[in-house]
């Protein structure tokens, strides 16, 4: 049976770039397609950090509502923001091969780091990360799409604001200066995309997989298995990375308390063959030495 695939996503930039992507790809490979965009609550309430909004994948539910209900067939998400555990009947069918997972500092000029600054960002993953890096800054919540937080940058006299280099790079809204922030861990799966769909639409199945990347599936998947395992949604100050270099995936992971002042973390090498228990055993470090007290007090704070 041919049918048209309707691929739901956010109507952001970034994200029709990505859904894009995937359309393109299926299109070269002979499958007609229709972009389904739809808003999600992330999207519309920019007042309030994501944390505080108390829901589990606040970009990615509205999509899943959709597909639930008929609406899409496949949904295009950047990885990092959908949940370990998918909505019962829907899952994960393919990984794109995954862009660089750094994140960067743009400044508004030149940084003595060494004095009092203000720098902005809505991830508790890069702000725990920078003040144990640098305690003495100030950081402030930053929301919106790339472009919105970009000119939010240029409106404010803060010294700097965090971005995921990929969602730049995609839509060419990357500077010419930034710096590199070579030193902080990504949150699991970063610049990563994935495709979902329904469990039982096979034809989808069929098509989507095609597009899966080996090499970033296994990656991501470790990524997410630690933070699973650690319980943290995505929104908590985990993170995690994971590269394979001939055989062997090297690992690194972190956890964070909200003010940066403690630090968990761990570094490993497995065998790719024993990637799927890897993220799981790593996190179990954690926990076994201070990450399920550090766990506890986090999620008493983010009620």
Request: proline residues 3%.
């Amino acid at each position: 049976m041919k049918k048209i695939i309707r691929i739901g996503t956010r109507d952001s930039e970034l994200a029709l770039w990505q859904a894009n992507t995937v359309k393109s790809r299926l299109e070269n490979l002979g499958y007609q397609t229709e972009l389904v965009p739809v808003k999600s609550q992330g999207d519309l309430v920019l007042d309030i950090p994501l944390y505080e909004m108390g829901i589990v994948g606040v970009f990615t539910k509205t999509l899943d509502v959709a597909m639930l209900g008929g609406k899409v067939d496949i949904a295009v998400h950047s990885m990092k923001d959908v949940p370990t555990l998918l909505p019962k009947g829907i899952i994960q069918t393919a990984v794109l091969e995954r862009a660089t997972s750094n994140d960067i500092l743009i400044t508004n000029g030149e940084i003595d780091y060494n004095k009092p600054c203000t720098v902005a960002t809505g991830s508790l993953r890069r702000k725990a990360q920078w003040l144990n890096r640098y305690p003495n800054h100030e950081i402030v919540d930053l929301r919106g799409n790339v472009n919105t937080r970009l000119q939010k940058l240029k409106d404010n006299n803060w010294e700097g604001a965090i971005f995921a280099k990929a969602g730049l790079e995609r839509i060419k809204v990357l500077p010419s200066q930034y710096t590199e922030l070579d030193w902080m861990i990504p949150a699991p799966a970063q610049g990563a995309m994935v495709i979902v769909a329904m469990e039982n639409d096979e034809f989808s199945i069929e098509a989507t997989s095609k597009l899966n990347h080996k090499e970033s599936e296994i990656c991501t998947t470790v990524e997410r298995e630690f933070l699973r395992t650690l319980e943290g949604g995505c929104s908590a100050p985990i993170g995690a990375f994971a590269k394979i270099e001939e055989n062997k995936i090297i690992f690194k992971g972190s956890l964070f308390s909200l003010d940066g002042k403690q630090k968990l973390d761990i570094e490993k090498s497995a065998e790719v063959l024993d990637y799927k228990d890897f993220g799981q055993n790593c996190a179990k470090y954690i926990l076994e030495n201070g990450g399920k007290e550090l766990m506890s007090s986090l999620k008493s704070r983010l009620k």
